[in-house]
């Protein structure tokens, strides 16, 4: 099986040669070198592309970096090594703070709007309580019990009930062999 074409490998890289030189023996001054950190940088971005744009604004707006990645094209190891980069992090706090200025103009006016219509509303009551019907009032008490925390709690509860089933099963079955009994006599 060793002459397999590396073509047909299905799991893992594919198998590389190592190859080793004698250059020198080690120093003291080399031992000291093993406990520094070596690790790889990528080089810094020279452009930022629209589709590092779009993989900010995803992740800025609270997207997990796999999926922001995923839908802007890039792998998981590329989203990673772009995270580290100082301007995509630059990048992706710009979008941030956007996304919270744009949340919250939407929140205040939301908000804003909520308590005009509740200051509407009481003064309504308050200068004319017969305008407003026995059930608006009711849908009033429930809309705001249910945003305080003291709306109608609902449950679902299934239950799957196999009433006498093995006595069910045991009499299809000697149906079905009465059946085939009756068939054979009738061949025969």
Known sequence: MNDVPDIFRTRGRAAKVIEAA??????????????????????P???????????????????????????????GSRVSILLADTAFKEL??????????QYRGLH??????????????????EEDPTAISVGQLLEITKMGADRTGFGPQSSNTNINVNVNLASRL????KRVADRSILIEQEVK
Do not use: W
């Not at 023996?25 to 080399?30: A, C, G, K, T, V």
């Not at 709007?113 to 009551?125: F, G, H, I, P, T």
């Not at 045991?170 to 079955?173: D, I, S, V």
């Open 45 to 75: 971005l020279k452009r930022l592309a629209e589709r590092h744009h779009a993989l900010a604004r995803n992740i800025a707006a609270g997207m997990r970096p796999g999926e922001a990645g995923i839908i802007a094209g890039y792998s």
């Open 22 to 43: 004698y250059v020198r023996d080690l120093e003291p001054s080399d031992l000291v070198l093993i406990g520094t950190e070596k690790g790889s940088t990528a080089s």
């Open 170 to 173: 045991e009499a299809a079955r």
């Open 108 to 125: 205040e006016r939301l908000s804003g709007l909520a308590l005009d219509a509740a200051e509407e509303l009481a003064e309504r009551l």
């Open 92 to 101: 992706v706090n710009f979008y941030k703070d956007q996304v919270d200025v």
